[in-house]
Structures are given as structure tokens and as C-alpha cells.
């Protein structure tokens, strides 16, 4: 399911997104603009990942103690 929405942004980079899909690297504004909050989110869980892995005291080569601490973290804001 989508929604539609409004978003109002700078003119440089309406004019890149029209460049994507004018190259054909887009389907259209909104294809783009999801694909970067896509690419956005991925990097905030991996950012929260690796800051997980900085806090763990053990072996950097065992992950089974991040593995146990990632299962008990509550991820409600993950979909």
C-alpha cells in the first residue's frame, strides 16, 4: 500500500530527480525520492547495528553475544 503525500524541495534537486528519469536511472520523481528513503532507512539500521557491535565487550570475531543482545533489542521502528 503507498499514500500519497506532499514534499516541497529545493529546485536543484527536483532538477536532478527529473535527470533521473529523463537517463532512465528513475521510473518517475516518486520512484526516486523512495528509492533514497529507502537507501536512508538502510543505512539508520546499520548505523544502529554497528553502534550495537561498538557496545558489545566481546570477542570481535564471535558475533553469538551480538546475536543475543540483537534478538532481546525491541525493533518496532524497523519495518
Do not use: C, W, Y
Request: charged share 30%; no cysteine; aromatic share 2%.
Amino acid at each position: 500500500m503507498s499514500k500519497q503525500i506532499a514534499v516541497r524541495l529545493p529546485e536543484d534537486l527536483v532538477t536532478f530527480l527529473d535527470g533521473l528519469v529523463a537517463d532512465g536511472r528513475a521510473t518517475s520523481r516518486a520512484a526516486a525520492v523512495a528509492h533514497a528513503l529507502e537507501r536512508e532507512r538502510r543505512n539508520e539500521i546499520a548505523a544502529r547495528d554497528a553502534a550495537i557491535l561498538a557496545r558489545t565487550k566481546s570477542d570481535p570475531d564471535d558475533l553469538d553475544a551480538l546475536a543475543h543482545f540483537a534478538a532481546a533489542t525491541p525493533m518496532d521502528d524497523v519495518d
